[in-house]
């Protein structure tokens, strides 16, 4: 009798499980979560889509900036000005002879120049790179660096024709405040001045007058 009560007991419990089993088979997938990512495909299946709008579109260089570079691209000749005293106590003003050759680059937000100074009785020859630079068209970044150590890197703000730019950089092994004062007088022809100050306010390092 006791065996089967046991038997019974048994048959019903099993019963039950497979109801519940049954139950289990019957409900329906549950629908992804409104607003969540998409799962992932299986390992071997096709990729994701692509985000909505495609890829980021690069930006562009400003307008201001565009008007302002207009014209800077090819070969300049500039007549250079070193003042008397610029180079040391002392010294004689020197006249210069310098050639450059200015392309637009990186994206077009950037004008690179490498420059060539002549040797001469009163100048040593000298070479160098130039960057000038807006990326917003409202800030000018002006850079330099030559072949007799000299660096410097400057910014101000840029108008229709040129901008005047402060700054630090490295001359005779030495760190200076620079000025620079750049003017497009016109697409053909530009104006460059620069000043240092070693401690006892800006003075004319050298000024150039150069045309295509």
């Known amino acids: 009798m006791k065996k089967m009560i046991r038997t019974t007991t048994l048959v019903i419990a ?32 096709a990729a994701a889509a692509p985000p ?3 890829a980021m ?10 008007a302002f570079a207009k014209g800077w691209e090819g070969n300049w000749k500039c007549e250079t000005t070193i003042p008397a005293g610029s180079m040391g106590p002392g010294s004689p003003e020197m ?13 077009g937000f950037w004008l690179v120049g490498n420059y060539d100074m002549k040797k001469t009785k009163t ?7 130039f960057t000038l630079g807006s990326p917003d068209g409202k800030l000018l970044i002006s850079t330099n660096m030559d072949s007799m150590g ?21 001359m005779m092994g030495n760190k200076v405040k620079i000025r620079e004062t750049t003017t497009k ?13 070693m401690g006892k306010g800006f003075m004319t390092m050298f000024e150039d007058n150069c045309k295509k």
């Open 14 to 45: 099993l019963g039950f499980i497979g109801a519940g089993a049954r139950a289990e088979d019957k409900k329906p997938a549950a629908a992804p979560p409104t607003g969540g990512a998409a799962a992932a495909p299986p390992a071997g299946g």
């Open 52 to 54: 909505a709008g495609g």
């Open 57 to 66: 579109t690069p930006p562009k260089p400003a307008p201001e900036w565009e």
């Open 95 to 107: 006249k210069a002879q310098v050639t450059a050759k200015v392309k637009k680059d990186l994206g």
């Open 123 to 129: 100048s040593p020859a000298m070479k160098g790179t």
């Open 150 to 170: 000299g660096s410097a890197w400057s910014t101000g703000p840029l108008g229709a024709d040129g901008a005047t730019t402060l700054g630090e950089g490295v």
């Open 185 to 197: 007088k016109s697409e053909k022809e530009v104006y460059h001045k620069a000043e240092v100050d």
